[in-house]
């Protein structure tokens, strides 16, 4: 017969699996304004990017949607750079991201 603390743990395990899926990907096309002709090329980068930086970066515990833009600064058309406004309590730090850090290059990799 099984532990019951063994029991527990799986189900806890199981049931927060599906939670930390969701918040690894918390933010969706959905959530962006896309008013500006250039960002729509740009969706899955950005929403990819957001992301991203919602998981890895401490600085990024919230982040200002509608301050997303595209770097003209940095990058380069295949690996274009896009900044955005993230927060954690009152400090504000704007943020880069590329393509290739939020997306991969697309390139397979060479065995």
């Not at 063994?6 to 806890?12: D, H, I, P, Q, V």
């Not at 970066?57 to 274009?80: E, M, T, W, Y």
């Amino acid at each position: 017969m099984m532990n019951k603390r063994l029991l527990a743990g799986l189900a806890a395990s199981l049931l927060l699996a599906p939670l930390a899926a969701m918040a690894a990907n918390q933010y969706t096309e959905a959530d962006f304004d896309w008013s500006d002709p250039l960002m729509k090329f740009h969706k899955a980068t950005i929403v990819a990017g957001v992301n991203m930086l919602a998981r890895e970066n401490p600085a990024c515990a919230s982040i200002d949607l509608k301050s997303v833009q595209l770097d003209p600064n940095h990058g380069n058309p295949d690996d274009p750079a896009f900044t955005v406004v993230c927060s954690n309590g009152a400090k504000k730090t704007t943020v880069l991201f590329t393509k290739v850090e939020a997306v991969g290059d697309g390139v397979a990799p060479k065995h």
